[in-house]
């Protein structure tokens, strides 16, 4: 089963104070979805090219992935929207990777995970920027997108940017949203659906790793 879900990231000032982060590192498979992300944002006509290929196998609402059989809520109509938006998509900046924002994503991987829960709320009801500001310095302003059941660096991007079944994109509207000045990333098992990436942006920029 593959679901998604997105934390709506709220309106701040054009401004707001950086993040001071203690370092750290990044798992690979956690940097693996940074880069695929970054390579959307940086590159959005190319990566339409990306999901025109992973769902040339597409008919009706099943399509082959990793000798899988995927169902889509939709089907063919979100692949196409999904290409003419990334072909109407402004090149952005990549987002910087923190280290200290992978161990907030982390967090709720390791929480969530063995529980097989769903969603956004972490431990105690928290959200991504309480999660976020317990690695950090200052006061975080960050959404957040998940992802559940595709393993895979460009499967959980790619899911992402179709939005599959999610009425107004959201998933895709964080990744594309031009505010966002850091990311954080992580990926884990999930009781129910078997793996779950989880990423952080957030409005702040972050120092120190």
Do not use: W
Request: proline share 5%.
């Amino acid at each position: 089963m593959v679901g998604a879900l997105i934390f709506n990231a709220f309106p701040v000032s054009a401004q707001v104070a950086a993040l001071v982060c203690k370092g750290g590192s990044v798992p690979a498979s956690a940097r693996a979805v940074a880069d695929e992300l970054n390579l959307a944002r940086t590159n959005p006509k190319a990566y339409a090219r990306v999901i025109e290929a992973e769902f040339a196998t597409l008919r009706g609402k099943r399509y082959k992935r990793n000798g899988a059989t995927m169902v889509m809520k939709e089907g063919r109509s979100a692949v196409k929207e999904a290409v003419r938006a990334l072909n109407r998509q402004t090149p952005l900046p990549a987002l910087p990777l923190s280290a200290c924002l992978s161990a907030a994503a982390a967090g709720h991987v390791a929480y969530q995970g063995p529980r097989g829960e769903f969603g956004h709320s972490g431990a105690g009801g928290s959200g991504p920027g309480a999660r976020v500001e317990q690695q950090v310095r200052g006061t975080a302003y960050c959404g957040e997108n998940i992802s559940y059941g595709v393993g895979d660096a460009r499967s959980v991007v790619v899911q992402l940017i179709v939005d599959d079944g999610v009425k107004g994109r959201g998933h895709r509207k964080n990744i594309f949203y031009p505010r966002f000045r850091s990311l954080g990333t992580a990926t884990g098992p999930h009781a129910k659906f078997r793996t779950m990436a989880v990423q952080v942006f957030c409005f702040n920029p972050v120092t120190g790793g």
